[in-house]
């Protein structure tokens, strides 16, 4: 499961750690209300195990 809390009023997805906005993985994310928290706080950094985020990890090697 996520730990990721979505704020109430903007839809924001916050962190639960720091608090800031989170990277965004969609452009509908990139709202106004957003880009002020961003311009405010900066973007989370934390490392995040999240079961909707896939980071992409090296390609298969081709031995
Ligand atoms: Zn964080």
């Known amino acids: 499961m996520t730990a ?3 704020g109430a009023a903007s839809g924001i997805r916050l962190c639960d750690q720091c ?4 990277p965004a993985l969609d452009k509908n994310e ?3 209300a957003r880009a ?3 311009a405010e706080q ?3 950094m934390c490392p995040h195990e ?3 985020v896939e980071l ?3 390609g ?3 031995l």
């Open 50 to 52: 999240t079961d909707d």
């Open 36 to 38: 002020r928290l961003v």
């Open 19 to 22: 608090g800031r906005p989170l």
């Open 60 to 62: 298969p090697s081709l």
């Open 42 to 44: 900066g973007v989370c």
């Open 4 to 6: 990721i809390r979505v």
């Open 56 to 58: 992409p990890e090296r």
């Open 30 to 32: 990139y709202t106004p």
